[in-house]
Protein backbone atom coordinates (compact mmCIF):
# COMPACT_ATOMS: atom_id res chain seq x y z
CA UNK A 1 0.00 0.00 0.00
CA UNK A 2 1.36 3.33 -0.85
CA UNK A 3 2.04 6.38 1.59
CA UNK A 4 -1.20 8.37 0.77
CA UNK A 5 -3.12 5.38 0.91
CA UNK A 6 -1.50 4.27 4.25
CA UNK A 7 -2.51 7.74 5.95
CA UNK A 8 -5.69 7.80 4.24
CA UNK A 9 -6.52 4.44 6.14
CA UNK A 10 -4.55 6.04 9.29
CA UNK A 11 -7.20 9.47 8.69
CA UNK A 12 -10.01 7.18 8.04
CA UNK A 13 -9.58 5.09 11.54
CA UNK A 14 -8.59 8.07 13.65
CA UNK A 15 -11.76 9.47 12.42
CA UNK A 16 -13.69 6.38 12.79
CA UNK A 17 -12.15 6.31 16.77
CA UNK A 18 -13.18 9.99 17.41
CA UNK A 19 -17.30 8.88 16.17
CA UNK A 20 -17.20 6.30 18.40
CA UNK A 21 -15.88 8.25 21.42
CA UNK A 22 -18.36 10.98 20.93
CA UNK A 23 -21.30 8.46 20.29
CA UNK A 24 -20.00 6.46 23.52
CA UNK A 25 -19.62 9.72 25.21
CA UNK A 26 -23.25 11.15 24.15
CA UNK A 27 -24.92 8.04 25.29
CA UNK A 28 -23.30 8.21 28.58
CA UNK A 29 -24.35 11.69 29.20
CA UNK A 30 -27.90 10.98 28.40
CA UNK A 31 -28.02 7.64 30.35
CA UNK A 32 -26.62 9.98 33.61
CA UNK A 33 -29.32 12.87 33.42
CA UNK A 34 -32.00 11.94 35.48
CA UNK A 35 -35.79 11.24 34.46
CA UNK A 36 -37.19 14.73 35.16
CA UNK A 37 -34.68 16.43 32.91
CA UNK A 38 -35.18 13.98 30.05
CA UNK A 39 -38.56 13.71 28.34
CA UNK A 40 -37.00 10.11 26.63
CA UNK A 41 -38.22 6.96 26.60
CA UNK A 42 -36.30 4.16 27.63
CA UNK A 43 -35.32 2.68 23.77
CA UNK A 44 -33.91 6.27 23.65
CA UNK A 45 -30.10 5.01 23.15
CA UNK A 46 -30.84 2.87 20.49
CA UNK A 47 -30.16 5.16 17.77
CA UNK A 48 -26.55 5.80 19.27
CA UNK A 49 -26.04 2.24 18.96
CA UNK A 50 -25.91 2.22 15.37
CA UNK A 51 -22.90 4.96 15.46
CA UNK A 52 -21.16 3.43 18.14
CA UNK A 53 -20.67 -0.35 16.49
CA UNK A 54 -19.64 0.66 13.25
CA UNK A 55 -17.71 3.14 14.20
CA UNK A 56 -15.92 1.33 16.31
CA UNK A 57 -15.73 -1.63 13.67
CA UNK A 58 -14.11 0.53 11.34
CA UNK A 59 -11.82 1.56 13.76
CA UNK A 60 -10.31 -1.59 14.87
CA UNK A 61 -10.69 -3.02 11.16
CA UNK A 62 -8.53 -0.26 10.02
CA UNK A 63 -6.19 -0.01 13.00
CA UNK A 64 -5.35 -3.95 12.05
CA UNK A 65 -4.88 -3.49 8.76
CA UNK A 66 -2.14 -0.10 9.10
CA UNK A 67 -0.69 -2.54 11.68
CA UNK A 68 -0.19 -5.72 9.96
CA UNK A 69 0.49 -3.87 6.62
CA UNK A 70 4.58 -3.63 7.09
CA UNK A 71 4.44 -7.49 8.19
CA UNK A 72 2.64 -8.39 5.37
CA UNK A 73 4.80 -6.93 3.06
CA UNK A 74 8.34 -7.95 4.52
CA UNK A 75 6.78 -11.61 4.53
CA UNK A 76 6.09 -11.49 1.02
CA UNK A 77 9.47 -10.29 0.59
CA UNK A 78 11.20 -13.00 1.98
CA UNK A 79 8.87 -15.87 0.15
CA UNK A 80 9.99 -13.76 -3.35
CA UNK A 81 13.29 -14.25 -2.11
CA UNK A 82 13.60 -17.93 -1.35
CA UNK A 83 12.10 -18.24 -3.99
CA UNK A 84 14.42 -16.36 -6.34
CA UNK A 85 17.29 -18.03 -4.59
CA UNK A 86 15.44 -21.95 -5.32
CA UNK A 87 15.05 -20.68 -9.14
CA UNK A 88 18.87 -19.54 -9.24
CA UNK A 89 19.87 -22.85 -7.28
CA UNK A 90 18.10 -25.25 -9.88
CA UNK A 91 20.19 -24.18 -12.54
CA UNK A 92 23.94 -24.17 -11.12
CA UNK A 93 25.57 -27.00 -10.14
CA UNK A 94 26.21 -28.81 -6.37
CA UNK A 95 29.23 -26.73 -5.82
CA UNK A 96 27.90 -23.60 -6.53
CA UNK A 97 24.82 -24.27 -4.57
CA UNK A 98 26.20 -24.98 -1.58
CA UNK A 99 28.18 -21.67 -1.81
CA UNK A 100 24.90 -19.94 -2.14
CA UNK A 101 22.66 -22.11 0.54
CA UNK A 102 25.91 -21.17 2.69
CA UNK A 103 25.12 -17.18 1.73
CA UNK A 104 21.89 -17.34 2.56
CA UNK A 105 22.82 -16.88 6.30
CA UNK A 106 24.03 -14.09 5.73
CA UNK A 107 27.43 -12.25 4.03
CA UNK A 108 30.86 -14.20 4.73
CA UNK A 109 34.39 -14.01 3.75
CA UNK A 110 35.81 -16.44 1.51
CA UNK A 111 37.46 -18.44 4.39
CA UNK A 112 33.87 -18.68 6.15
CA UNK A 113 33.02 -19.96 2.93
CA UNK A 114 35.32 -22.75 2.87
CA UNK A 115 34.91 -23.77 6.65
CA UNK A 116 31.19 -23.68 5.66
CA UNK A 117 30.99 -25.60 2.63
CA UNK A 118 33.97 -28.29 3.02
CA UNK A 119 35.67 -26.78 -0.21
CA UNK A 120 39.10 -25.64 -0.67
CA UNK A 121 40.12 -22.04 -0.73
CA UNK A 122 41.06 -22.42 -4.33
CA UNK A 123 37.99 -23.39 -4.97
CA UNK A 124 36.00 -21.33 -2.86
CA UNK A 125 37.85 -18.37 -4.79
CA UNK A 126 36.84 -20.09 -8.30
CA UNK A 127 33.46 -20.49 -7.57
CA UNK A 128 32.65 -17.16 -6.32
CA UNK A 129 34.42 -15.72 -9.48
CA UNK A 130 32.28 -17.76 -11.22
CA UNK A 131 29.18 -16.80 -9.47
CA UNK A 132 29.97 -13.21 -9.51
CA UNK A 133 30.34 -13.31 -13.64
CA UNK A 134 26.66 -14.35 -13.50
CA UNK A 135 25.76 -11.69 -11.19
CA UNK A 136 24.74 -14.36 -8.39
CA UNK A 137 26.75 -12.69 -6.04
CA UNK A 138 28.92 -9.84 -4.96
CA UNK A 139 32.30 -9.05 -3.36
CA UNK A 140 34.12 -6.61 -1.64
CA UNK A 141 37.88 -6.52 -1.05
CA UNK A 142 38.62 -5.36 2.94
CA UNK A 143 42.06 -5.60 3.18
CA UNK A 144 43.57 -8.93 2.16
CA UNK A 145 39.78 -10.64 2.76
CA UNK A 146 37.01 -10.71 0.04
CA UNK A 147 33.47 -10.74 1.70
CA UNK A 148 30.89 -12.30 -0.50
CA UNK A 149 26.87 -11.23 -0.75
CA UNK A 150 24.36 -12.64 -2.85
CA UNK A 151 23.04 -9.82 -5.13
CA UNK A 152 19.22 -11.82 -5.01
CA UNK A 153 18.99 -10.60 -0.99
CA UNK A 154 20.92 -7.42 -0.55
CA UNK A 155 19.21 -5.83 -3.71
CA UNK A 156 15.92 -6.54 -2.31
CA UNK A 157 16.88 -5.45 1.08
CA UNK A 158 18.39 -1.87 0.17
Not at 87 to 104: D, G, H, M, T
Request: glycine share 8%; aromatic share 8%.
Amino acid sequence: MGFYARNLLLGLSLFAGFVFVTSFLALLLQSSLPPELCSCSPWAWLPYLIPILSSLGIFVGGMVFYLTDTWVKQRKCRIERRLAVDKILSCLPENERSVIRALQTGPMSQAQLGRATGLGKVRVHRIVKRLEDKGVVRTETAGRTKKVFLTVLSEKEE
